[in-house]
């Protein structure tokens, strides 16, 4: 197996790579998540109707490549990688083979647009997204791979230092409240953050110590939420929902510290982070658009243009 790999070659890869991060704060970053991390997984998944390899996403993009990125520039995890020291966001983990898998120590993204907390969110409405179970089976077998060549020691020491950075939960949220589901409400968001609970268990158990998560963005103030709203104004449900959310998830979060050593947190408040944005545009003397319910894109009023919807 050594040599089919070309484990000198490996090796060296790794030396260099080790190099080239030492000015980041952290080994590696690994990202899953759903549209709003998505940085090209879903252009690896042919049928799939949430892409994003097209005009006019990737507007801003230097020549203005469309990467898959459900944005006109960079996203969320691009601008967390930025601030730990990386160019953008890892690349996703389907663009690499098995060759070029093993010279990639900074992370990898897992994140696919569409998908959710549960296995079964996304699947109709999308015809393939990853769901973040599968995202986590997916870090598993870069982890045995990651063990293989380095051994079990070091393996764990990497992944105990990288950071994991999850945004996830808006699709479940959409898809239960388009349903008309006779689950009460509180009962649904609930369970969804059992499911979050669960998936986070998993993946300390796979070595995970330090966690980056976001909470879920105001979704009713969507523009193709809005819609809906004959006033234009947001879906206060949908907004409601998120904020619920949040309060549960601090609990659990709060609840896994303590259960296990050495775990770290961070909870971003993605509804109390844009919510002010929304509702007092002009208070930020730039126009802004919501795009994808998360990114908040500065233009200048001169150089308007349409906003996106996802
Ligand atoms: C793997 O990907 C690398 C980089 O894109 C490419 O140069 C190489 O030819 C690929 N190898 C195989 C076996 O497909
Ligand atoms: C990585 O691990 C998975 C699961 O064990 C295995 O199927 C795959 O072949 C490995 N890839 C490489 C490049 O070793
Ligand atoms: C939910 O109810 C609304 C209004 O009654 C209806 O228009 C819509 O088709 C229903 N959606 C589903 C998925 O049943
Ligand atoms: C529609 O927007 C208005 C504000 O413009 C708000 O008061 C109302 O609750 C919204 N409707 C729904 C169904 O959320």
Redesign the pocket.
């Known amino acids: 197996m050594a040599n089919k790999w070309g484990f000198p070659l490996v090796l060296l890869s790794l030396v260099i790579a080790v190099l080239n991060l030492a000015e980041a704060a952290v080994p590696a970053i690994f990202i899953l998540g759903d549209s709003t991390a998505d940085v090209g997984t879903n252009n690896f998944l042919p049928g799939s109707m949430a892409r994003a390899d097209f005009p006019y996403n990737g507007i801003d993009f230097p020549n203005s490549t469309p990467t898959g990125r459900f944005s006109n520039g960079l996203n969320t995890a691009d601008f967390l990688a930025k601030l730990f020291g990386f160019e953008k966001s890892p690349k996703p983990f389907l663009s690499?083979?098995?060759?070029?898998l093993l010279k990639w120590f900074g992370g990898f993204s897992f994140a696919s647009g569409g998908s959710g907390l549960f296995d079964t969110t996304g699947q109709r409405m999308t015809k393939s997204c990853i769901p973040l179970a599968e995202q986590i089976q997916q870090f598993s077998s870069v982890r045995s791979n990651l063990t293989a060549l380095m051994g079990p020691v070091a393996t764990e020491t990497y992944i105990s230092k990288s950071l994991f950075f999850i945004s996830i939960g808006s699709n479940d949220i959409f898809e239960y409240y388009r349903s008309n589901s006779s689950i009460p409400k509180e009962q649904f968001l609930s369970s969804l953050v059992v499911a979050y609970e669960n998936h986070l268990k998993t993946l300390i158990n796979l070595g995970a110590r330090k966690l980056g998560i976001i909470s879920i963005a105001p979704i009713g103030c969507c523009p193709a939420q809005r819609l809906f709203n004959a006033t234009g104004g947001c879906i206060e449900e949908l907004n409601d929902h998120a904020k619920a959310f949040h309060s549960k998830l601090d609990v659990v979060m709060n609840k896994l510290s303590a259960e296990f050593q050495g775990l770290m947190y961070s909870l971003g408040n993605a509804f109390e982070m844009t919510i002010n944005v929304i509702q007092n545009p002009l208070a930020f003397s730039k126009q802004f658009f919501l795009v994808n319910g998360v990114n908040t894109v500065k233009h200048e009023q001169k150089n308007n243009r349409e906003g996106s919807m996802y």
């Open positions: 690499l083979n098995s060759t070029s």
